[in-house]
């Protein structure tokens, strides 16, 4: 079973690469939802603050707590653990955001959390993971019914990592599920293959965009069985959709502002490595906006659930 195949690892670093040449240019450095509390005019800094809060408040995180974070983006949540007086260990799989990191003081690994050290087993009293699971399964990979497991093998990761004299032991993600799970050989497809703007469509921009094969609702209770328990769940739906029309909003302002032109410049060597990827992330995003489609709606195709796990000992 591969786990992480070069492919994927190239879409999403692609993706975050061509994030980072576009997205800090908005004020947006790091790409989480924010909570709203059923405010849409609450500013997004404010939003993404209280994301912030939430997540380390749901872990205990407080002076002395070793956190790692999974995805650890550009390290603005690790920052946040910083300034609690905790410790906190990042791992990312973009080169680019290894360097701003350190830039910014920040203990940050280029790392899969596949491949992690076993010098590291034990470690963390706790375990953040804000946003990057929906990037652990493609649909390649689901198709071959390996979903599953690879979903236990990250709990299992996660259980190794976590030190089983600590008294917190939890982890917190947030994770984008499929409301109705689509056949994954479909979104192996190219896009145009399916009616402009149907779900299938609209499913493989994604995938093609940004990697990634969603879990459903109990998929990943199932696979965290007999090695964590699942404490709380809280549906943040809307306050992604809320978040990505703010993204789009932004991302629009900044296309037509005087230095889009030198923003574009930035990005021409991820775009000469990957230029169809390239192409298809500014359609999704500009074009079909495939990425909020997911979210809108009275019954939208995609959920985001905020779940926190209490480490289970095991004989």
């Excluded at 404010?46 to 809060?53: E, I, P, R, V, W």
């Excluded at 497991?149 to 600590?166: E, K, N, T, V």
């Excluded at 689509?182 to 896009?191: A, H, K, T, V």
């Excluded at 939208?300 to 095991?314: D, E, I, N, V």
């Amino acid at each position: 079973m591969e786990l992480a195949s070069p492919d994927t690892v190239r879409r999403v670093v692609t993706c975050y690469s061509v994030f980072d040449k576009y997205f800090p240019t908005t004020g947006l450095l790091d790409y989480t939802e924010g909570i709203y509390n059923d405010d849409p005019s609450t500013p997004y800094e404010q939003a993404k603050s209280n994301q912030f809060d939430y997540l380390l408040d749901q872990i205990e995180c407080g002076p002395g707590v070793r956190v790692l974070e999974v995805g650890c983006g550009n390290g603005s949540l690790l920052e946040r653990i910083r300034e609690r007086g905790a410790t906190g260990v990042g791992i990312t799989i973009t080169p680019d955001q290894v360097r701003v990191c350190s830039e910014r003081g920040l203990d940050v690994r280029l790392m899969d959390i596949f491949d992690m050290d076993p010098a590291l087993h034990g470690s963390f009293d706790a375990i953040v993971a804000n946003g990057p699971i929906e990037h652990f399964v493609q649909p390649d990979q689901a198709a071959e019914g390996q979903q599953d497991a690879i979903y236990g093998r990250m709990f299992d990761i996660f259980h190794r990592l976590l030190d089983p004299s600590s008294g917190i032991r939890k982890v917190v993600n947030t994770t984008v599920h499929f409301a109705q799970r689509p056949e994954p050989q479909d979104l192996m497809r190219n896009p145009l293959a399916w009616r402009p703007m149907s779900d299938n469509f609209h499913y493989c921009m994604l995938v093609h965009s940004f990697g990634g094969y969603y879990p459903i609702d109990g998929q990943l209770e199932q696979a965290a069985s007999g090695r964590f328990d699942l404490i709380r769940e809280v549906d943040g739906t809307m306050d992604y959709f809320y978040t990505s029309e703010e993204w789009l909003r932004r991302i629009r302002l900044a296309l037509i502002s005087p230095t889009a032109m030198r923003i574009a410049a930035r990005s021409i060597p991820v775009m000469l490595r990957q230029p169809m990827q390239y192409i298809t992330m500014f359609a999704c995003m500009l074009v079909s906006r495939s990425w909020n489609w997911q979210f809108r709606g009275s019954n939208p195709p995609a959920k985001l659930w905020r779940q926190t796990w209490q480490y289970l000992p095991t004989a």
